[in-house]
């Protein structure tokens, strides 16, 4: 058989199969042709699918100057049959600049149609050469300088080992550019995405001991906060695409109404528990105090006593039950007033309402008792007993909260609840002054109310029916939202009290370290550090504290994170959610309660008392006599510099330098006697390597500590044998004005930081 002719049939196969073996190039030559989203015309397109600039070994030449990179054909890619790419279907190929790939052309010898059937793989676990000469066809990186570069598993002691790159010197490397890829865009920003990272951080109550959490405040807290964060998201439906595209509701009424009912039932299981303990109290007293009257009448007086005894015990049981029957009652009742009006949960607010609740169910109880102790009380003045006694029990429900103050066991752990992303959370302070005035105050006011009702039953199911939450909002007790900001720094544990400091936010939102502004005292162990971001803007970060006699000296940063802002960008939010982005106009209305945040270019109906904040921050309130239409304006279209809250004195300048090195992974492999430390920027730092046996990094002497770091600098090691190192700077905060002077730093080196806790 004549498998080609001499005259060209052009067709693929019958002229040929001609095999290739290339290398991608710069990726600056063709990743503006990589297919992007669907256009409306052909002239509009980006570029046809998945193409390369591929320079191919023995038809291509070799100097790049002679036969330029993008004079190069395009070379498609060819896909397995388990790709599939039509139905609705996408296949991306993960080629990078650099790769080695074969392939064979589908024009026979010209070779200006070739098409990429896969990538050929180099055992290269040693550092990549990155400073190459201007030769093609030498391994370069795929990966920008910094990147990770994740390595298939090989025999070491580190687990999980990753390489960080060598220094790069982009006048000596063909990997002069780096393009952001579709890939990483989408998963920062798409709603699935977006929608995961809430989910991750919704609180999960950790159960406790009663003897560790006489009252489950931290549980009710949480509770609270998850379904009024939810019930924001689902609002937020109505008026955000993303939150739209990345929520499946069909009823979004229905769906809340689920979300607090839930809460509700949750939320009356906690408190149930502590009013039977109530409960539990109150009956005990009423019988001890009932058993003491017997030996007060004689004898022949004893049955008519013991039968009035046991109705008052029949009548006080009935009136427990319908207070726990109406307790979910009164419990959906306060949420439904808050829903509205809460944008934070803050601790301050669950201490209110809890007062208020049980100020209610002690109120109602202690009605209770003294309708069921009259008739005895009257019986035994006819009867010519002392009857005094039984004063002590009126009123002692509304005492009985006492129980709660009992001594907390030594051993009991001080973590709440947990979330992925934000680890562990530390027990809700109780406020027992707080609770008692707040409950003593309404069960007054229930005590009062009683009389309006023909008998106890109606008085219990109308007073819990149409319970009045009102009080919760009367102190300055701020249930409204924040404005997004830098995160605040907490110390946890430790034995010790009294550090703080002020997270160092950098421009790029890493964040960089703690200024310790209070040293505290008494700590016999480092304490737990915990980054509070308000609206959960950030994540990642993580660190350990240093202590020195007993007192919090520094902070050793083991991840700087992401995503955290260095200062206030006006979007607003709470309960680490943020609930308005920094271009949306919010409205609080006259009555106290907050209508969905607005997008720009809606129309409002506004009436006075209204209280708008604009975007960029700027609050006004709307006065005269009639209601009135504003439109949302854009972001830039207002005061960028709004008056931007902050719980501190404002912000104050700092200067960081190199004090220390964090060594994360000691690699393996490296020669320290000329190994070279690369810090990118460098400003003026330089390291020296101290290894052991094995080549792995045991220490690093800081010869110079730099100064003026705005971002994390780079850190790598030049190696011709070692790999896997890696480390994170340690830094020394000098304050501008204190322990550097203003007149020494130079434009750009000082970073602002936001003052939370008062500096020094």
Known sequence: MIEQGLVKQHFLGRDGFIWWIGQIVDETQWAGNLGGAPT?????????GFRYKVRIMGYHTASPTDLKDEELPWASVMFPVTAGVSGGGISTPNLHQGDFVQGYFMDGEDAQQP??????????????MKNIPDTPFLPFSGYAPGDEIPRPAIPTTQEEATAVAEDVDVNKTTN?????????????KDGASLEQKKNEAKKETIAKDSKCEPVPMGPIQTEIQNAIAETRRLQKIKTDW??????????????????????????SGHVKTITLGIQENALKKVNDTLSDQFNEVFPTELPALKKEVETANDELACAFRNIMKNLTGMVGSFLNQIIDRFINTPMCAINNFIGSLFGKITGLIDSAISSVMAPIKALLSGMGAASSALDDVLGFATNALSFLSCDEDPNCSDVKDWNPTDGPQINATLDLQSIFGKAKAASDLVKDSISGFANLGDAISGIAKNADFSDVFEDSCNVGPVFCGPPTVEFIGGGG???SGNAIISVVGTLLGVDIITPGGDYIGPPRLKFNDTCNKGQGAHGKVKIEDGKVVGVIMDDTGTGYLPVPDGSQGGDGNTWADKDETTVKRDDGTYDTPYKPGTVITVCPGDQVTYPGGNTVTIVGEDCEDITSPPLEDVNKGGPFPTTGSGDYPVVLEIEDVNILDPGFGYDCSKDKVIIEPSNGAEFKLKCDALGSIIGVDVVNGGIGFNEDPKIYIQSDSGYNAKMIPVFKVNRVGEDIAPELVSAGAAIQVIDCVGKV
Do not use: C, H, W
Not at 40 to 48: L, M, S, Y
Not at 116 to 128: H, L
């Open 176 to 188: 002069k550019n780096v393009l952001p890829t579709n890939v990483s865009e989408v998963t920062r």
């Open 115 to 128: 098409v990429i059937m896969g990538v050929i793989g180099y055992n290269q676990y040693t550092a990549v």
């Open 497 to 499: 009290s009294g550090a």
């Open 40 to 48: 409306e015309t052909t002239e509009k397109q980006k570029g046809f």
């Open 242 to 267: 993303m939150t739209k595209a990345s929520t499946k509701v069909d009823d979004i009424e229905a769906e809340m109404a689920k979300v607090m009912d839930n809460a509700t039932k949750s939320v």
